[in-house]
């Protein structure tokens, strides 16, 4: 392994959480979302560089948002018109080597801990990526779009739920971009797992403080189970 670069996803306009400015601003404990993912990386204390992916018309306050936490190989830059030309957007800024490795973050997470991120990179050096997943704890059946009503259980217990971070090495995202199965706009991938299609994806298993911000309620629940995390001993 060489280098760990972070990307980080922050390019929200607020349009979903019906508020005037984008969730990645949104506070708990004080201090934006957006600030809680880059104070929590930086505490990793192994990261080369730190990008974040914004939304063009959100740069300068992104940029006044960070400006005290934004390193010398730190870089803001415009996002794309998906989260997958987004990630694109940030991966691309950064002249990587096939063995570096990418954190991608979702910053509408503000609660992943500090030993995930090492099971992460040991999961990437042997599957070429890897993703925090949680079990599911409900039953769960199978939907058929445009239907009302059941096609099929699930097994609960073959099924999880998809979490960032994520990580992915140098040497697979020149494969996964050679193979060009993210070509089309209508059918760019939602994840790193759906990236990565058929092959196979680490999984390092997280809990029930990794919520994802995504309406006004999850606010106040990010903000119920937020807690410090600090750097692991290796």
């Not at 994520?166 to 020149?174: E, L, N, R, T, V």
């Not at 299609?197 to 298993?205: M, N, S």
Request: hydrophobic content about 35%; some cysteine.
């Amino acid at each position: 392994m060489n280098n760990l670069y972070v990307v980080l996803l922050a390019g929200g306009t607020g349009t979903r959480m019906g508020m005037d400015i984008p969730k990645q601003f949104l506070k708990i404990r004080g201090e934006s979302l957006l600030r809680h993912s880059v104070k929590r990386f930086r505490k990793f204390g192994l990261i080369k560089s730190i990008t974040v992916v914004s939304h063009p018309d959100w740069i300068l306050e992104t940029e006044k948002e960070l400006d005290d936490l934004l390193e010398g190989n730190d870089r803001i830059v415009p996002g794309g018109e998906s989260r997958h030309l987004s990630t694109l957007c940030g991966i691309s800024s950064i002249p990587y080597d096939t063995k570096d490795i990418f954190f991608i973050h979702d910053v509408a997470r503000p609660n992943f801990k500090q030993n995930e991120l090492y099971q992460l990179v040991e999961q990437t050096k042997i599957f070429g990526a890897a993703s925090l997943v949680a079990k599911s704890t409900e039953s769960l059946v199978r939907v058929r779009i445009h239907t009302n009503y059941t096609d099929e259980p699930l097994k609960r217990d073959e099924v999880y739920s998809v979490k960032t971070p994520q990580s992915i090495a140098g040497f697979m995202i020149q494969e996964l971009l050679a193979e060009g199965l993210d070509s089309d706009i209508k059918k760019h991938p939602t994840d790193l797992c759906t990236w990565m299609d058929k092959k196979r994806v680490g999984i390092v298993e997280t809990d029930y403080h990794n919520v994802k911000v995504t309406s006004p309620g999850d606010v106040t629940l990010a903000e119920s189970l937020f807690w410090e995390d600090l750097p692991s001993v290796e």
